[in-house]
């Protein structure tokens, strides 16, 4: 059965100032760590988005994807899509968990909500 991000994946050619290639782990900006999405540090990148406003986009072989945003956010989205991390510039870090539980930690005040 297809993987749900194939559905979102759309041929480079279809969409202006986007560039895609293949990457190594050696080749991240931002080395990856452990996180509630089991995005792993030895986990290899397929294939990197590169977006004309900066966003770019990193899927896995084990079928996660990394989402990293020009502000410094990053989103890590499990291979079945129901764990949610996203960590902010800030530092705070939101998880949606599979069964739709927010979990919100400000990094500031150290406080998890």
Do not use: W
């Amino acid at each position: 059965e297809p993987n749900s991000l194939d559905k979102m994946k759309v041929h480079p050619a279809e969409l202006p100032g986007i560039s895609v290639h293949s990457v190594s782990c050696k080749e991240l900006s931002v080395p990856l760590k452990p996180s509630v999405s089991g995005i792993k540090g030895n986990d290899e990148i397929q294939e990197e988005i590169n977006y004309a406003d900066g966003k770019v986009i990193k899927f896995l072989k084990n079928g996660c994807h990394i989402i990293h945003f020009p502000n410094g956010t990053r989103k890590d989205v499990s291979a079945d899509s129901k764990t949610i991390t996203v960590t902010f510039f800030n530092g705070d870090v939101k998880q949606v968990m599979p069964d739709q539980r927010v979990i919100y930690y400000y990094a500031d005040a150290h406080t998890t909500h």
